[in-house]
């Protein structure tokens, strides 16, 4: 018999989700038998599966150490409290001896460590008991494509190992995950739930567009902002073809309201070789208000001022100087910027905060050669 204690990371999930990480190889009609017939209980009563798991809770696992093997790759370990078979009740128990045996006979956390150690230098911008925001550098992917990829999501669970901040045991029942995605080409600010009430209150926190999120860029052509400077509102349907993982806007559905707001930091040209010398240039602070796939690229794109750098909806002749001077290999987006409202619970220490993520080298590095220059009057702009 194996009893589990229901420690934070564990509590606020359906009991039969627990079980389906616990025994991951078990068909969930085993659950639900095992739960009808008491042989898995909770707090020593019968459970439906459905309860919500609270701290302290006790789950009880009635069933032979060869049953726990075969549908979780493992026997219990010398930090799982066991009893024997025989025994009628939760007293007397004491420490099982047996240590873990993969079914796999790998190591189950090989691919974090792995990953830990080859995606060098991705700065940890903020992090306490629940939260982490890492500054997720151009050309990694925030999470798997396909197995055995080595994504941000596996880097931070192998940090989160390095650090003891989790160990390979409560990686079985709770995985730390990133709660939003970059293009694997954009870079910056990604939140991080380093627990599972930190990942919980995170999800929400999106889901209902709580924290504000701010990018930098610069797009060809010269964007004006309103009268006001307040920034130019873009809106439209976003339509998606996943045969070519491209989207395109229109005025009009069917398709997902996106909405971007652009306000226009300054202008720049850089003088080129090609006919229409020099090109000009504008650097934005970009606001989502949705989020959606390509959203921002798309949607300037569509305005008629693709990124810089973007080989999906930019312009080649523009990408193909930005590659020669400053080896640019992607758009040039960075997401800088998170604003947090004032929050309570698990996400009380950051509310009321701002986080913001360094400009990467390249940007930098393009923005001084540019040539700063103001705009001629509406009828004589540059174009």
Not at 337 to 362: H, K, S, W, Y
Request: one cysteine or more; charged letters at 25%; hydrophobic letters at 35%.
């Amino acid at each position: 018999m194996v009893i589990l204690k229901i420690e934070t990371n564990q509590a606020g999930q359906r009991l039969d989700k627990f079980l389906g990480k616990y025994l991951p190889e078990a068909p969930a009609g085993f659950f639900y038998k095992m739960l009808r017939k008491k042989n898995i209980t909770l707090n020593d009563k019968k459970a439906e599966g459905r309860e919500i798991l609270k701290q302290n809770d006790r789950v009880t696992f009635w069933l032979a150490d060869e049953t726990i093997l075969k549908f979780g790759g493992y026997v219990p370990g010398s930090d799982e409290r066991i009893e024997p078979a025989c025994a009628s009740g939760p007293g007397g128990q004491i420490q099982s001896q047996i240590q873990p045996v993969r079914a796999s006979g790998q190591d189950r956390d090989e691919i974090y460590r792995l990953a830990y150690k080859q995606l060098q230098d991705i700065p940890v911008l903020y992090e306490d008991d629940h939260v982490l925001i890492l500054d997720k550098p151009a050309g990694i992917l925030t999470q798997q494509a396909k197995p055995g990829d080595l994504s941000l999501n596996e880097w931070m669970i192998g940090y989160l190992l390095d650090t003891g901040a989790i160990n390979s045991q409560e990686l079985r029942l709770f995985k730390p995950s990133v709660c939003n995605r970059l293009d694997r080409n954009t870079s910056g600010l990604v939140l991080c739930g380093k627990s599972l009430p930190g990942s919980q209150a995170l999800s929400e926190l999106i889901r209902r567009r709580g924290v504000r999120k701010f990018y930098r860029t610069i797009c060809v052509g010269i964007l004006r902002a309103d009268a006001d400077n307040a920034g130019l509102t873009l809106q439209g349907y976003l339509q998606k073809d996943s045969r070519t993982n491209r989207v395109r806007v229109t005025g009009q559905g069917p398709g997902d309201y996106i909405h971007t707001v652009c306000r226009p930091l300054r202008y720049g040209s850089l003088s080129t070789d090609l006919p229409q010398k020099p090109l000009y240039f504008t650097e934005l602070e970009v606001e989502l208000i949705t989020g959606k796939t390509h959203q921002i690229r798309a949607h300037l794109a569509s305005a008629g001022h693709p990124l810089v750098g973007d080989c999906k909806y930019g312009k080649a002749q523009v990408n193909g100087v930005f590659k020669q001077r400053f080896d640019l290999q992607w758009q040039l987006l960075q997401a800088c910027r998170l604003e947090f409202p004032v929050l309570d619970g698990p996400l009380t220490a950051l509310g009321g905060t701002n986080v913001q993520a360094p400009l990467p080298a390249c940007f930098t590095s393009i923005l001084a050669e540019l040539k700063p220059f103001i705009p001629y009057d509406k009828g004589g702009e540059h174009k």
